[in-house]
Protein backbone atom coordinates (compact mmCIF):
# COMPACT_ATOMS: atom_id res chain seq x y z
CA UNK A 1 0.00 0.00 0.00
CA UNK A 2 1.22 3.45 -1.01
CA UNK A 3 0.23 6.88 -0.38
CA UNK A 4 1.46 9.72 -3.00
CA UNK A 5 1.75 12.93 -2.45
CA UNK A 6 2.00 16.07 -5.70
CA UNK A 7 3.73 14.43 -8.76
CA UNK A 8 3.29 11.03 -8.13
CA UNK A 9 6.20 11.42 -4.61
CA UNK A 10 5.75 8.50 -2.44
CA UNK A 11 5.74 9.80 0.88
CA UNK A 12 4.88 6.46 2.90
CA UNK A 13 5.35 3.21 1.90
CA UNK A 14 4.21 -0.03 3.61
CA UNK A 15 5.38 -3.84 3.61
CA UNK A 16 3.07 -6.96 3.53
CA UNK A 17 3.59 -6.88 7.53
CA UNK A 18 2.62 -3.02 7.62
CA UNK A 19 5.94 -1.98 9.05
CA UNK A 20 6.76 1.29 7.53
CA UNK A 21 9.59 2.09 5.15
CA UNK A 22 10.80 6.16 4.63
CA UNK A 23 12.95 6.52 2.17
CA UNK A 24 15.48 8.47 3.78
CA UNK A 25 15.97 5.39 6.19
CA UNK A 26 18.57 3.38 4.22
CA UNK A 27 22.03 2.45 5.53
CA UNK A 28 23.96 5.07 3.42
CA UNK A 29 21.47 8.41 3.93
CA UNK A 30 21.31 7.57 7.56
CA UNK A 31 25.42 7.50 7.44
CA UNK A 32 25.69 10.39 5.56
CA UNK A 33 23.25 12.81 7.56
CA UNK A 34 25.15 11.30 10.79
CA UNK A 35 28.41 12.21 8.98
CA UNK A 36 27.15 15.75 8.21
CA UNK A 37 26.05 16.17 11.35
CA UNK A 38 29.34 15.24 13.27
CA UNK A 39 31.05 17.64 10.91
CA UNK A 40 28.66 20.52 11.46
CA UNK A 41 28.80 20.08 15.82
CA UNK A 42 33.15 20.13 15.08
CA UNK A 43 32.99 23.20 12.81
CA UNK A 44 30.56 24.78 15.47
CA UNK A 45 32.63 23.94 18.76
CA UNK A 46 35.85 24.96 17.22
CA UNK A 47 34.90 28.39 15.81
CA UNK A 48 35.06 31.47 17.84
CA UNK A 49 32.18 33.65 17.85
CA UNK A 50 33.21 37.08 16.06
CA UNK A 51 33.19 39.63 18.25
CA UNK A 52 33.57 43.24 17.54
CA UNK A 53 36.64 44.51 18.98
CA UNK A 54 36.38 46.92 22.14
CA UNK A 55 37.97 50.36 22.09
CA UNK A 56 39.70 51.94 24.96
CA UNK A 57 39.67 55.86 24.30
CA UNK A 58 43.28 56.74 24.73
CA UNK A 59 43.05 60.98 25.56
CA UNK A 60 46.48 63.08 24.83
CA UNK A 61 47.00 66.91 25.71
CA UNK A 62 47.06 68.81 22.37
CA UNK A 63 50.26 68.68 20.60
CA UNK A 64 51.45 71.86 18.85
CA UNK A 65 50.04 70.53 15.87
CA UNK A 66 46.52 70.05 17.57
CA UNK A 67 46.30 73.63 18.69
CA UNK A 68 47.22 74.92 14.99
CA UNK A 69 44.41 72.82 13.53
CA UNK A 70 42.46 74.09 16.46
CA UNK A 71 43.16 77.79 15.67
CA UNK A 72 42.88 77.20 11.80
CA UNK A 73 39.51 75.94 12.58
CA UNK A 74 38.71 79.27 15.10
CA UNK A 75 40.00 80.91 12.03
CA UNK A 76 37.38 80.05 9.50
CA UNK A 77 34.49 80.67 11.64
CA UNK A 78 36.12 84.60 12.74
CA UNK A 79 36.50 85.30 9.09
CA UNK A 80 33.16 83.97 8.00
CA UNK A 81 31.61 86.28 11.46
CA UNK A 82 33.30 89.09 10.30
CA UNK A 83 32.71 88.64 6.49
CA UNK A 84 28.65 88.50 6.95
CA UNK A 85 28.03 90.33 10.13
CA UNK A 86 31.40 93.31 10.75
CA UNK A 87 32.34 90.78 13.64
CA UNK A 88 35.96 91.69 15.50
CA UNK A 89 36.63 88.42 16.36
CA UNK A 90 35.63 85.35 19.19
CA UNK A 91 36.16 85.60 22.67
CA UNK A 92 36.12 82.18 23.45
CA UNK A 93 33.43 83.02 25.83
CA UNK A 94 29.52 82.59 26.20
CA UNK A 95 29.49 86.15 24.68
CA UNK A 96 30.58 84.16 20.79
CA UNK A 97 26.65 82.64 21.26
CA UNK A 98 25.14 84.87 19.38
CA UNK A 99 27.50 85.07 16.56
CA UNK A 100 27.31 81.30 16.53
CA UNK A 101 23.81 81.18 16.33
CA UNK A 102 23.34 83.59 13.76
CA UNK A 103 25.76 81.53 11.25
CA UNK A 104 23.66 78.46 11.75
CA UNK A 105 20.26 80.00 11.91
CA UNK A 106 21.48 81.72 8.89
CA UNK A 107 22.92 78.49 7.11
CA UNK A 108 26.59 80.38 6.30
CA UNK A 109 27.40 76.87 6.20
CA UNK A 110 25.32 73.87 4.42
CA UNK A 111 24.81 70.40 5.33
CA UNK A 112 27.67 69.17 3.24
CA UNK A 113 30.50 71.40 4.25
CA UNK A 114 31.28 69.22 7.26
CA UNK A 115 34.45 70.43 7.94
CA UNK A 116 33.15 74.13 8.20
CA UNK A 117 30.58 73.09 10.59
CA UNK A 118 33.20 71.07 12.42
CA UNK A 119 34.63 74.69 12.63
CA UNK A 120 31.62 75.35 14.32
CA UNK A 121 32.09 73.29 17.06
CA UNK A 122 35.77 74.13 17.51
CA UNK A 123 34.05 77.38 18.43
CA UNK A 124 31.13 76.05 20.44
CA UNK A 125 33.76 73.98 22.43
CA UNK A 126 35.67 76.35 23.53
CA UNK A 127 32.15 78.44 24.78
CA UNK A 128 31.37 74.88 26.82
CA UNK A 129 34.96 75.24 27.81
CA UNK A 130 34.91 78.52 29.30
CA UNK A 131 31.66 77.75 31.38
CA UNK A 132 32.10 74.25 32.46
CA UNK A 133 35.08 72.20 33.55
CA UNK A 134 36.26 70.91 30.25
CA UNK A 135 39.48 71.35 28.15
CA UNK A 136 40.71 70.27 24.97
CA UNK A 137 42.23 67.08 24.38
CA UNK A 138 43.40 64.44 21.62
CA UNK A 139 41.37 61.17 21.90
CA UNK A 140 42.33 58.21 20.00
CA UNK A 141 38.81 55.72 19.51
CA UNK A 142 37.67 53.27 16.83
CA UNK A 143 36.84 56.14 14.74
CA UNK A 144 40.49 57.48 14.49
CA UNK A 145 42.09 61.01 16.10
CA UNK A 146 40.12 63.92 17.03
CA UNK A 147 39.65 66.64 19.30
CA UNK A 148 37.74 66.86 22.21
CA UNK A 149 36.32 68.61 25.45
CA UNK A 150 37.73 66.59 28.54
CA UNK A 151 36.42 67.24 31.60
CA UNK A 152 39.14 68.42 33.83
CA UNK A 153 38.25 65.68 37.02
CA UNK A 154 35.66 62.74 35.57
CA UNK A 155 36.11 60.65 33.31
CA UNK A 156 33.68 62.03 30.74
CA UNK A 157 34.36 63.91 27.79
CA UNK A 158 31.99 65.97 24.99
CA UNK A 159 32.44 65.89 21.21
CA UNK A 160 32.00 69.45 20.65
CA UNK A 161 33.82 68.77 17.35
CA UNK A 162 30.66 66.81 15.63
CA UNK A 163 28.03 68.60 18.13
CA UNK A 164 26.61 70.94 15.17
CA UNK A 165 27.52 69.04 12.10
CA UNK A 166 25.68 65.94 12.80
CA UNK A 167 22.59 67.83 13.90
CA UNK A 168 22.04 70.31 11.20
CA UNK A 169 23.42 67.11 8.91
CA UNK A 170 20.58 65.22 10.34
CA UNK A 171 18.67 68.44 9.70
CA UNK A 172 17.91 69.01 13.29
CA UNK A 173 17.21 72.89 14.53
CA UNK A 174 20.18 73.40 16.38
CA UNK A 175 19.93 75.83 19.52
CA UNK A 176 23.15 76.94 21.01
CA UNK A 177 21.77 77.93 24.78
CA UNK A 178 19.83 75.06 24.72
CA UNK A 179 23.24 72.62 24.16
CA UNK A 180 25.16 74.46 26.36
CA UNK A 181 22.26 74.09 29.09
CA UNK A 182 21.63 70.04 28.45
CA UNK A 183 25.82 69.47 28.39
CA UNK A 184 25.81 71.83 32.23
CA UNK A 185 23.13 69.32 33.28
CA UNK A 186 24.49 66.21 31.98
CA UNK A 187 27.76 67.07 33.38
CA UNK A 188 26.03 67.83 37.25
CA UNK A 189 24.91 63.84 36.49
CA UNK A 190 27.90 62.82 36.67
CA UNK A 191 29.49 64.77 39.72
Given at each position: ?8 Q ?20 M ?12 T ?28 Q ?54 V ?8 W???T ?13 R ?20 N ?16
Amino acid sequence: MEFSGKAGQELVRFDESGLEHVPWHNPKTMRAAFLLAVLLSFTTSCSKPQVAPSWTPNFNELSDSDRVRLDQQRAIVGATAKQKYGTSGLTKTVADLPVLQRLIDDHAFNKTQTYELQCLGVAFGDVLSSELPLSWAMVTDEYGTDPTLRHKVRPVNINALTMISKRVERGEVVNLVQLLKITRDQLRQWQ
